[in-house]
Nanobody, 115 residues
Framework: QVQLVESGGGLVQAGDSLTLSCTVS????????LGWYRRAPGKEREAVAI????????IYADAVKGRFTISRDNNKKTVTLQMNRLKAEDTAIYYC????????WGPGIQVTVST
């Protein structure tokens, strides 16, 4: 069973940067899509960024294109979301996801952007 743990959330001001990291615990040799999702207050959970093996093809939500960057480190078994030029509308609980069949979710981490 894949286990995911997010870190790096917090309270920042609009325009600041923040880096989220997700540690993936799984048996060696498995590869699958990794992604970040978020749920803003009063809204449905939505995909933010997904990175797919083997070529690390990346998909971003339109709302974060040009501001967020997803990357993965297979040696460290982490997936990172670099968030720049944060906006108030980026405030949400951010979840790490592994499409590991069955899929696995991290517990989530709060990101709050104040204006």
């Amino acid at each position: 069973q894949v286990q995911l743990v997010e870190s790096g959330g917090g309270l920042v001001q609009a325009g600041d940067s923040l880096t989220l990291s997700c540690t993936v615990s799984d048996r060696p040799g498995r590869v699958y899509d990794l992604g970040w999702y978020r749920r803003a207050p009063g809204k449905e959970r939505e995909a933010v960024a997904i990175i797919s093996p083997p070529s690390d093809r990346i998909i971003y939500a339109d709302a974060v294109k040009g501001r967020f960057t997803i990357s993965r480190d297979n040696n460290k078994k982490t997936v990172t979301l670099q968030m720049n030029r944060l906006k108030a509308e980026d405030t949400a609980i951010y979840y790490c996801y592994a499409a590991s069949h069955p899929g696995a979710w991290g517990p989530g981490i709060q990101v709050t952007v104040s204006t």
